[in-house]
């Protein structure tokens, strides 16, 4: 039995980000960022706002910087889910972690990173009703 999975499941993203500054430690996603989930189409909308991966500098050695290339759009698309909430938290960050090994980003880096959001992230207790998946 492994720790961690180390293939991704049941994603396809579509567009590279391009990121605008947006304010202090914040960028905004210039295109529209889409990507699919089972049947469902996802679509994080331009002018949409981020501070990457909330990653504090001191651990920036060990998981890399906010807007590593590997992790930006796992990031982008985390935090739209966290703030549109439309799904629950655990699934939220379970699909963090899958879209992270999507990109290329190596398991036990990956497995850090969804640890440190699933102890330390963002908890709702149910989705938001009216949320629009689409944007």
């Known amino acids: 039995m492994t720790l961690f999975r ?3 499941t049941r994603h396809f993203i579509v567009g590279e980000p391009t990121l605008t500054r947006a304010g202090r430690g914040q960028y905004a996603v210039v295109y529209p960022l889409a990507w ?3 049947i469902t189409l996802y679509m994080v909308h331009a002018q949409f706002r981020t501070d990457g991966g909330s990653i504090p500098p001191i651990f ?3 998981v890399g910087h906010p807007y590593s290339p590997s992790s930006i759009r796992a990031c982008i698309i ?5 703030r549109e909430r439309v799904l629950p938290p655990g699934l939220v960050h379970d ?3 899958d879209l992270l090994l999507h990109d290329g980003v190596a398991p036990l880096r990956a497995w850090l990173m969804w640890t440190a959001v699933k102890n330390f992230g963002p908890t709702w207790t149910t ?3 009216a949320g629009d998946p689409h944007g």
């Open 6 to 8: 180390t293939k991704p």
């Open 36 to 38: 699919w989930m089972d």
């Open 60 to 62: 920036w050695p060990i």
């Open 78 to 82: 985390h935090d739209w889910l966290c």
């Open 95 to 97: 699909i963090f972690y």
């Open 127 to 129: 989705p938001t009703p």
